[in-house]
């Protein structure tokens, strides 16, 4: 009896020590907060913080509507995260932010293009390589990246990075996860049904309300919100539009960013073109 | 990255950190900072330039500058918070900048950046 007592205190003793130093793992880059502790805690304290309590009851569960982009976005991946296939996405791109983005050619990047990219898709249903190509309706290119092998290549800057491996292409360019994060904050996500076009449409939006107002580095007056929205096409699961605005303390709103998917489709084949560059970088 | 007896018995070290925010969702940050130590003492130190940039893959989305810093010190910080964009695939985060440290009429310069995933 005794020796089984002291087996299970054993266990829970690994147990908790187990947990503790999983938990340190996850902590921010330890590196930085180890060699200078007193400024590592100083930018901490400089984070904005959110206040969740300003919503009013009647929105929604978060995790409900969390829980609903997250169905649209599956049903959208079943018809096209199909392996040994190409995958081709197009959207317009829209922001009155600076992207303090300076291409080679001295000129700065437009705050408004189109993205184009071309996805092949493995067995695993995982991105092997691809060409993305930011460019605006007159083919003019801003920027032209591929991942090719385990590197990805700026053809526009000439840089590369290595140790590159397939990845999950993300149809929802990562809006389900934010939702799940504003689910963590507690903050309520409306939902509605809307028709457009004869369309039936699931409309996700939040807002998030910053403690005190934010200054961001590239927007010139203090951030007291952000109100983000997302469109699913309610019969494929097709995430049609994003929008993300940012309100400033003096009422004005910014359009932080917004797209629209404009071409969705999987062919066997990518144009030659796009081989044609694959096969240069090579 | 340090420079051991840099001001006869004190060490120069410069540090960069990227960091998803905790308070936030949909923001990190790029941060810097140039100090002294084993011991402390003041010193002119800061950097020649700070920038905090996103990708998308190696698409460039958003190249944030920080600006410069000169100030006579044992340490100095700086961070630049960034609302990331939409990104099909993975995400970067990359903080740069050049520290330069002065005393006693030497002076040296550090330019080097840290890049890190941005879930």
Partial sequence: MYKSKRKWLIV??????????????????PTFASIYPQLFSQSNQNE??????????????????SEMAQNSLEQWEKKILKGAN???????????????????????????????GWYFINENGLVEKNIVTLRDEFETIYQQSVLSGSTEYNLTFEDKMDGA??????????FTQYLMEVDALHIPIKYIDITNNN???????????????????QIAKPIQSAVVVGLFDNETGEMITYRKLLKCVTGEQILFEEWH?????????????????LENVK | MSWINFSGSSDAISAKMVRKLGTTPAKW????????D????????????FSATEKCGSVIKQNIQGGARSVQKKETANGIFVTTMSCSSTRYGKSAGKHEYKFGGNTVRDDWYQQDVIP
């Fill in chain 1, 12 to 29: 829970i003793i690994f147990l908790i020590t187990l947990v503790i130093i999983s938990a340190g793992l996850f902590v921010s880059n």
């Fill in chain 1, 48 to 65: 904005p913080k959110l206040d969740p309590t300003s919503f009013s009851a009647e929105d929604l569960s978060t995790n409900e509507a």
């Fill in chain 1, 86 to 116: 190409w995958v081709h996405l197009l959207y317009q791109i829209n922001s009155e932010i600076d992207n303090g983005v300076i291409l080679p050619d001295g000129k700065s990047m437009p705050s408004s293009y189109l993205e184009e």
């Fill in chain 1, 165 to 174: 491996e397939p990845y999950k292409l993300k149809l929802d360019r990562g």
């Fill in chain 1, 199 to 217: 369309k039936s449409i699931k409309e996700f939006s939040f807002e998030e309300i910053y403690e005190t107002p934010i200054q961001e580095n």
């Fill in chain 1, 261 to 277: 998917l404009l071409i969705a489709e999987i062919l066997p084949v990518a144009p030659s073109s796009v081989l044609d560059v």
């Fill in chain 2, 29 to 36: 940050a790029a941060d810097i900072a140039s100090y002294t």
């Fill in chain 2, 38 to 49: 084993n011991p402390p003492i003041t010193i002119t130190l800061g950097w020649t330039y």
